[in-house]
């Protein structure tokens, strides 16, 4: 587990390469605001390989944070990242390493018959229901996403994931009710509380394509302010009702005595994660989210999903952060004039860890001459506030 001691010896030992503010404060110490991710790219050897080498280079040059899920190419991301943290210079207590599940996986190929593999590994033995699967493929009830972690814990063969996130919840909502969506992840959110207490994952959150990006009216849209309070029930439910071993997990330790301050008051829910780039800035733009216990008194009723964010201490990594690729040719005027970076990609990666509320800009690559060129985007100060709204005008 990524601690506060591993994480400030990390910076101490690659700040001085960085510009302002490169490493920020999340979870129990320092992560950097650049993470390397590993969504994309076929599942086969040669690519594992790739990302291997690409993963040890990004840790052994100032990137602390590796992004994966249980599904990412058919399960092999999730082994390679823990190959990579396991053999590589750095200590585990250096690192924060998130995880997803929601997505049924597949292991380490993509099976002839995908809705027979689905049957008779996951619903006949009982792990999920049919009723429970979106599109015959995702779920986010307590048992399926137990197994999952489960499962992640065993393909990293690490004793820790210092982030889970739930993933896309919003793809449920094709076959439920929003306040349905909310009680699966409220129920669900209690187990990974226990899981938490246990001493499993550091922290929890939501990773999401659309949900925190679109409009209220829209079909995919979830509030963040109605699943921090369903976090904050699930927490109560855990730590109040003594029900915190009741899944077997071990012992807990009292999260009073916790020296992190993170873990102890509240709820885990530290960590969402949406798409945000230069041409898909919604999650700065759009004001979506409510703010109905407003500390201030003002009248303000909206607020964007980066502010909401931020005010709820929750912290933001950005995924396609340069558009899935499409950004490193070219960045749109005159946008791009205002951004520091040799290249555009570097650009497009200071666009996202510049905006404020943003702890850290994954970028996905599985090619050491793009972590070399990514990691020194870092080297140059982000837009500050002031310049980064002027963006927009
Ligand atoms: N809903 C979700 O939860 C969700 C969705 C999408 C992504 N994610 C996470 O966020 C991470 C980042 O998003 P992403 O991978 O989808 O998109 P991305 O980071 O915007 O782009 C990744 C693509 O850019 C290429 N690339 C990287 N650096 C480059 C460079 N310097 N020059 C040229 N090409 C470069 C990569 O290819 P090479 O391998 O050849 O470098 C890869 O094809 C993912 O890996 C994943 O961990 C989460």
């Known amino acids: 587990m990524a601690t506060r001691e591993g994480t400030w010896r ?66 092999r991301s999730e082994r390679v990242v823990g190959d990579a943290v ?13 995880t997803k599940g ?65 993933h896309n919840p919003e793809t449920q909502l094709s076959v439920r009710s929003r306040e349905a969506v909310y009680d699966r992840l409220e ?30 009216d829209h079909e995919s849209y979830l509030s963040l302010p109605a699943i921090l309070e369903r976090a904050r029930r699930a927490a109560a439910s855990v730590f109040e009702g003594g029900s915190d071993t009741a899944a077997g997990h071990g012992d807990v330790p009292d999260p009073v005595d916790s020296p992190d301050p993170d873990t102890a008051p509240d709820h885990g829910l530290r960590a969402i994660q949406l798409p945000f ?12 989210q409510p703010l109905p216990d407003d500390p201030t008194g003002s009248d303000e009723t909206r607020v964007s999903t980066l502010e909401c964010a931020r005010r709820a201490g929750v912290g933001v990594f950005t995924s396609a952060s340069i558009g899935q690729g499409s950004l490193v040719e070219a960045i749109p005027e005159p946008i791009d004039g205002e951004l520091a970076g040799d290249v555009a990609a570097q650009r ?43 963006v927009f005008q």
């Open 348 to 390: 497009a990666i200071n666009f996202a860890r510049s905006a404020p509320g943003v702890t850290s800009a994954l970028v996905g690559t599985s090619d050491p001459n793009h972590v070399r060129e990514n990691i020194a985007a870092g080297t140059f100060d982000p837009l500050g506030a002031t310049a980064f709204d002027a």
């Open 187 to 216: 129920a669900t959110f209690e187990q990974l509380e226990r899981r938490r207490r246990a001493g499993e994952i550091g922290r929890y959150g939501i990773a999401s394509w659309e949900a925190f990006r679109v409009p209220e």
């Open 277 to 288: 780039n230069v041409s898909m800035a919604d999650a700065f733009t759009m004001k979506n």
């Open 10 to 75: 990390y910076r101490n030992r690659f700040g001085d390469s960085f510009g302002r503010t490169y490493f920020r404060r999340f979870g129990p110490g320092v992560v950097s605001s650049l993470g390397i991710g590993t969504y994309l790219g076929d599942p086969t050897a040669a690519v594992d390989e790739r990302y291997r080498q690409s993963i040890r280079l990004a840790l052994e040059s100032g990137i602390n944070v590796i992004d994966t899920a249980v599904n990412y190419r058919c399960g």
């Open 86 to 98: 396991r053999t590589s210079d750095i200590d585990r207590e250096s690192v924060l390493v998130a």
């Open 102 to 166: 929601g997505f049924v996986p597949f292991d380490g190929d993509r099976p002839a018959d995908p809705a027979g593999y689905v049957r008779g590994t996951f619903v006949d033995p009982g792990i999920v229901s049919i009723e429970e699967l979106a599109g015959g493929s995702h779920a986010i009830s307590p048992s399926f996403i137990d197994a999952m972690v489960d499962r992640s814990l065993r393909a990293l063969d690490l004793d820790t994931i210092d982030v889970y996130y739930v």
